[in-house]
């Protein structure tokens, strides 16, 4: 199975910030990445899928980049609405797997 | 507009057969492209995915519970059904179902159902 190491864990940091996250593949995936927002009670949300590609109605603010191996996502100007925890999927071979999560604090 | 809703017991015992119900709108499974995924999140834990079906009948499976699970859907009802046998304490979690789409550049789970928390406990 290909195993998705996020990087921190956990991120404190202000409104208005750039924070970025890192995601790690055991093996190359190509760009075959997504990112989903998670809020407590609430089901994931995507935000970006094959690694750069913004989903209809998310913030320009959200972006993704990366291939192979390693992936990250960015907030650029971090709003109160974007504390949350971030996972990211990887969708180039079954079994799918998701990443540990990344939570982001005030 | 598409919906998906999940369904089934809230609470089972140790050892019993869990059987959860994915009821969905808006798509058909019968579309080339499409799939249904199980995912599950125990409290205060991560995402899991568990097992999807897709447009053409295939069924995959989280490795570590393969044993244990079984997909099925129901086109003319537009339901899939996930089963998990021998159910265990550390199965307590969240479920959910979601659609996974490929609009031709990659596949993304873009919409979720609302969550079903299952309880394991005698």
Redesign the interface.
Known sequence: ?IQLTQSPSFLSASVGDRVTVTCRASQGIS??L?W?Q?KPGK????LI??AS?L?SGVPSRFSGSGSGTEFTLTISNLQPEDFATY?C?Q?NL????????TKVEI | QVTLRESGPALVKPTQTLTLTCTFSGFSLNTTGMYLNWVRQPPGKALEWLALIDWHDDEYYSTSLKARLSISKDTSKDRVVLKMTNMDPLDTATYFCARMANDGNGDYLDHWGQEILVTVSS
């Not at chain 1, 089901?43 to 995507?46: D, E, H, K, Q």
């Not at chain 1, 079954?94 to 999560?101: A, C, E, I, Q, V």
């Open positions: 199975d760009n075959a997504a989903y998670q089901a994931p949300r995507l899928y094959v590609t989903q996972y999927q969708l079954y079994p799918l797997t998701f990443g540990g999560g």
